[in-house]
């Protein structure tokens, strides 16, 4: 049986996800969207993170195709590349070159603005699904404990809307922790792990006669010992997205010639290939002080009724891990589990503690981490946040090191050669180190 009406701050991803689920259990959804919303609207101030790549993990996409029939399917149709998470990676970590062999899980590739267009054609098609878009949320509306809709503004005008359950997915940028505030509603610290990391990103055009054996090079960064990275990842066709990474306070340069030259210092040379062969369609882009975040809102005992909050909104994680949109399609799933069974309206603590059981683990194992220290920081408009940071070199477990050996390059290309593209070729786990040494084949287990 229906309740009456839900509605969702946030018509992001997770906003986006949220109203679908909803939409099962309530007869009227309404998601207030801060931009300017139509079917086909691209990049938006509130989404500047689609400037930089995303990648759906196989967890994620296996969670979208249940809410959305065929949607995989969809995103390949419209430009996503679908690649094996072993065999079309092409890995530098710290320790050397990860073994490439086929693992079975697949990862999606693309771009968060074809992504979000076709999940929200097929949400707003829904027939108790509404937007209304150009709000800015300033605070809820409440009544002796329960939430009972938000008020802000509309243009110059003020806005008021009430709903039975008001569902928080504004993302990384939420002011619920204020808006608990003002009705005397108090949050713990949030859990913060700052590594100080930049992205700076640019989409290319390749051409189409390139023959690479790989859909996505990854170079991994490791601070303090490692503070530089990069990727390069094919998606919507013929487009490449560059992101050059930086850990602990390094940063990227913006223009031509010193993105290169970023480029040019990491030992994954593939990177800078691309950005010296392919030809630029968009502009440089950049994220700095990039961090994981989680508001604890489980430890809240005095959490009002009619209130719950999901995605970025309580776990907002570094994007360079790429887990955001499998961790917001957790959280909806959850949601769509937990409605068939409560009036989460009535009881939103099972909501936001059920979602505990998934993070207690990630807790214990900050806590426990040899690598990492806590420290207090302070906002303006929140409490003292936990915040883990690196420990000094000399205290850090240094990572296990793998075997020191090059992909498999182009048919009749020198062995010292970094400048010229990877060849084309089966992807298979062949390998072939440094001019002067062999060639190996297999996990490093198999050459043990």
Known sequence: MYSDRALVIGAGFAGLLAARVLSESYGDVVLVERDTITADVEHRAGIPQARHPHALLA????LLEDLFPRLGAELEHAGAVRADLGSDYLIRVPGGWAPRDHLGLDVLSVTRVTLERIVRRRVIRLPNVSVVDGVRVEGLLHDRGTVTGVHGRRGDRPFTDYADLVVDASGRDTKLVSWLAEMGVHCPAPMIVNGHVSCTSRLYEVNRDLKLDWLTAFEVTHAPG???????????R???FVTLFGADGEVAPA??????EYALGLRCQDIAEIIKTATPVSGTYRAENLRSRWNRFHQVPDWPRGLLALGDSVVSLNPVHGQGLTLAAQHCTD???LAREHDLAAEPLVFQRGRQVRQDAVDRRHDRRPGLEQEEAHADDAPAAVVLRPRARGRSRQPARLPRVRPRLAAGRPPGDTAAAVGAGTRAAQRTAPSGHRTVTGTPRDRA
């Open 335 to 337: 949601l769509r589990d």
């Open 255 to 260: 223009d031509e010639d010193g993105f290169l």
């Open 59 to 62: 967890r994620g996409a296996a």
């Open 226 to 236: 490692t503070r530089r990275g990069g990727s390069v990842s094919s998606v919507d």
């Open 238 to 240: 013929l487009l490449w």
